[in-house]
């Protein structure tokens, strides 16, 4: 058996964002995914920086308004959708005005971090897999690229496990070189408890919970890593490797889709 449902959830993507590795491969992987045969559904976050008209993006109503509690205060989930000019691809876009649409991407207009950057990777994270729900649509494969998604995989297997979209769903995460520098701080781990998500799981990890950190926590609620560039964090990618889990090393900028095709039959067991 094939897998033939992948959700993509990226950090960036052009055109939306400017060019970078995870906004290029947020960009060409699905399309080779979908020229593959897949069925595909693409989600990344409203960034302040993106030019709502320009990119044609528009807010489905039926999706939207849905309140998401972060530490016991309440966020107003807003989606929105946008179709990338010449492909087949509709993006949907998380949106909230006080973490993405009013701010950056990860850091500030002054180079600096943003101190909440973990709880917004919570919000994204909680956005994305209600608005599938929502859907009704059933990954076999959800492919995380970026930091920004690095909450899925541990949702996923706990929070989300018995909801029937994602019962059966293995998860993918790709490292790449992009990093950050500031500790996520004690609301993100306050934030990250939901359901049979909770903060306990955090104390497997180092106190300083950092880039690295967060890493090794979207790896262990993985069923894969791939080398997505060709300077990841070597922490990260020993710390795959020595979990006996499927990697896929760094396969250069050509044929990604056969490349990449290969991996989820590997993950999904279809070898």
Same mark, same amino acid.
């Given at each position: 058996?094939?897998?033939?449902?992948?959700?993509? !959830?990226?950090?960036?993507?052009?055109?939306?964002? #400017?060019?970078?590795?995870?906004?290029?491969?947020?960009?060409?992987?699905?399309?080779?995914?979908?020229?593959?045969?897949?069925? !595909?559904?693409?989600?990344?976050?409203?960034?302040?920086?993106?030019?709502?008209?320009?990119?044609?993006?528009?807010?489905?109503?039926?999706?939207?308004?849905?309140?998401?509690?972060?530490?016991?205060?309440?966020?107003?989930?807003?989606?929105? &959708?946008?179709?990338?000019?010449?492909?087949?691809?509709?993006?949907?876009?998380?949106?909230?005005?006080?973490? =993405?649409?009013?701010?950056?991407?990860?850091?500030?207009?002054?180079?600096?971090?943003?101190?909440?950057?973990?709880?917004?990777?919570?919000?994204?994270?909680?956005?994305?897999?209600?608005? &599938?729900?929502? $859907?009704?649509?059933? #990954?076999?494969?959800?492919?995380?690229?970026?930091?920004?998604?690095?909450?899925?995989?541990?949702?996923?297997?706990?929070?989300?496990?018995?909801?029937?979209?994602?019962?059966?769903?293995?998860?993918?995460?790709? $490292?790449?070189?992009? %990093?950050?520098?500031?500790?996520?701080? %004690?609301? =993100?781990?306050?934030? !990250?408890?939901?359901?049979?998500?909770?903060?306990?799981?955090?104390?497997?990890?180092?106190?300083? =919970?950092?880039?690295?950190? $967060?890493?090794?926590?979207?790896?262990?609620?993985?069923?894969?890593? &791939? %080398?997505?560039?060709?300077?990841?964090?070597?922490?990260?990618?020993?710390?795959?490797?020595?979990?006996?889990?499927?990697?896929?090393?760094?396969?250069?900028?050509?044929?990604?889709?056969?490349?990449?095709?290969?991996?989820?039959?590997?993950?999904?067991?279809?070898?």
């Amino acid at each position: 058996m094939k897998a033939k449902k992948i959700l993509f !959830i990226n950090q960036e993507m052009m055109p939306y964002v #400017p060019e970078s590795e995870l906004s290029t491969l947020g960009r060409q992987l699905p399309q080779a995914i979908q020229e593959k045969g897949y069925e !595909i559904r693409t989600f990344m976050p409203k960034w302040g920086t993106i030019n709502e008209r320009r990119g044609q993006l528009h807010e489905v109503i039926r999706l939207s308004r849905m309140m998401l509690i972060i530490d016991e205060t309440d966020h107003p989930l807003i989606i929105k &959708v946008a179709s990338i000019p010449q492909t087949r691809i509709q993006v949907y876009f998380i949106d909230n005005d006080d973490y =993405f649409s009013r701010r950056q991407m990860g850091i500030d207009e002054n180079g600096e971090e943003y101190s909440d950057n973990g709880e917004r990777a919570v919000f994204f994270a909680r956005g994305v897999l209600e608005t &599938v729900k929502k $859907l009704r649509w059933v #990954p076999d494969i959800i492919h995380c690229q970026g930091w920004m998604s690095a909450i899925i995989p541990l949702y996923v297997k706990t929070a989300y496990q018995n909801e029937p979209s994602f019962a059966n769903t293995k998860v993918v995460t790709s $490292l790449f070189s992009k %990093e950050l520098k500031r500790e996520l701080g %004690e609301n =993100f781990k306050n934030g !990250i408890e939901f359901k049979d998500a909770k903060k306990s799981v955090l104390d497997n990890y180092g106190q300083k =919970f950092d880039f690295v950190e $967060l890493g090794k926590l979207a790896i262990d609620y993985s069923d894969g890593v &791939v %080398e997505a560039c060709q300077e990841v964090n070597a922490d990260l990618l020993n710390y795959a490797i020595n979990k006996k889990m499927p990697v896929m090393r760094y396969p250069g900028a050509d044929n990604i889709g056969d490349a990449y095709d290969l991996f989820y039959d590997q993950v999904f067991g279809d070898e």
